[in-house]
């Protein structure tokens, strides 16, 4: 369960990779969304 939600997780990250020619505004969304994501990724370890 863990291990899957590490691999769904890194494979999330990389997508940030491909979409550095989107729009300011479309990328600070995901930007914002990312951080959310990062601190609930935290709180499972804690």
Same mark, same amino acid.
């Given at each position: 369960? /863990?291990?899957?939600?590490? $691999?769904? +997780?890194?494979?999330? *990250?990389?997508?940030?990779?491909?979409?550095?020619? /989107?729009?300011?505004?479309? $990328?600070? +969304?995901?930007?914002? *969304?990312?951080?959310?994501?990062?601190?609930?990724?935290?709180?499972?370890?804690?």
């Amino acid at each position: 369960m /863990l291990h899957a939600f590490a $691999l769904k +997780f890194t494979i999330y *990250n990389k997508k940030f990779e491909f979409i550095s020619e /989107l729009p300011d505004y479309f $990328l600070t +969304f995901i930007k914002k *969304n990312n951080l959310k994501i990062k601190e609930r990724f935290k709180k499972l370890f804690k």
